[in-house]
T-cell receptor
Framework: DAKTTQPTSMDCAEGRAANLPCNHS???????VYWYRQIHSQGPQYIIH???NNETNEMASLIITEDRKSSTLILPHATLRDTAVYYC??????????????FGQGTELSVKP | DSGVTQTPKHLITATGQRVTLRCSPR?????VYWYQQSLDQGLQFLIQ???????AKGNILERFSAQQFPDLHSELNLSSLELGDSALYFC????????????????FGEGSRLTVL
């Protein structure tokens, strides 16, 4: 699985967009980008994933650069409840290969009033 | 609520002891994963089972073992416990072996916090 690099921490003002970057310069053509978050010692929570097109769901948007070497997770209107550690994970989506996710250190996002 | 149930939520025991952590996956999910999260190591993948069979192994110590039963619940057994085994242990489940064919989502439980004194 390709390695990812994320900033250790970020701050965001409540109500503003939070843009969390992730570098994955060694990503392979069949590897997806997954985002999870973990709110203070709770179980990690899936946010979104994508291959090469931008994706949006009710939680967030995922923007993947054309060369797929980096991506940005966007929380459009951050709230205090979005304070969490955000993990960017690159993984093959296979039918036969185990679905384990390898978590790095992630980005600790602090949303401030 | 992810639908994944882990018991017990908290467990305090002594060094050298043995404990069993239990996980009930979401209804219909066939894959179960175990993760360990300690303060200095982050989230570490331990092992995956699919429909009763071991599918992937990570950094799981020989003192630890796991199994998945016919009703799909899973147990993680930790023996000869050491102080360093104190951690949060998470179970996750997904519908299939891999991440394809669905949302690619792993559903995590709330964890079992193990304290070894």
């Amino acid at each position: 699985d390709a390695k990812t690099t994320q900033p250790t921490s970020m701050d965001c003002a409540e109500g503003r967009a939070a843009n969390l970057p992730c570098n994955h310069s060694t990503i392979s053509g069949n590897e997806y980008v997954y985002w999870y978050r973990q709110i203070h010692s709770q179980g990690p929570q899936y946010i979104i994933h994508g291959l090469k097109n931008n994706e949006t769901n009710e939680m967030a948007s995922l923007i993947i650069t054309e060369d797929r070497k980096s991506s940005t997770l966007i929380l459009p209107h951050a709230t205090l409840r979005d304070t969490a550690v955000y993990y960017c994970i690159v993984r093959v989506a296979s039918y036969n290969q185990g679905g384990k996710l390898i978590f790095g250190q992630g980005t600790e996002l602090s949303v401030k009033p | 609520d992810s639908g994944v149930t882990q018991t017990p939520k908290h467990l305090i025991t002594a060094t050298g002891q043995r404990v069993t952590l239990r996980c009930s996956p979401r209804s219909g999910d066939l894959s179960v994963y175990w993760y360990q999260q300690s303060l200095d190591q982050g989230l570490q993948f331990l092992i995956q089972y699919y429909n009763g069979e071991e599918r992937a192994k990570g950094n799981i110590l020989e003192r630890f073992s796991a199994q998945q039963f016919p009703d799909l619940h899973s147990e993680l057994n930790l023996s000869s416990l050491e102080l360093g085994d104190s951690a949060l242990y998470f179970c996750a489940s997904s519908a299939k072996i891999g991440l394809a064919g669905g949302t690619g989502e792993l559903f995590f439980g709330e964890g079992s916090r193990l304290t070894v004194l």
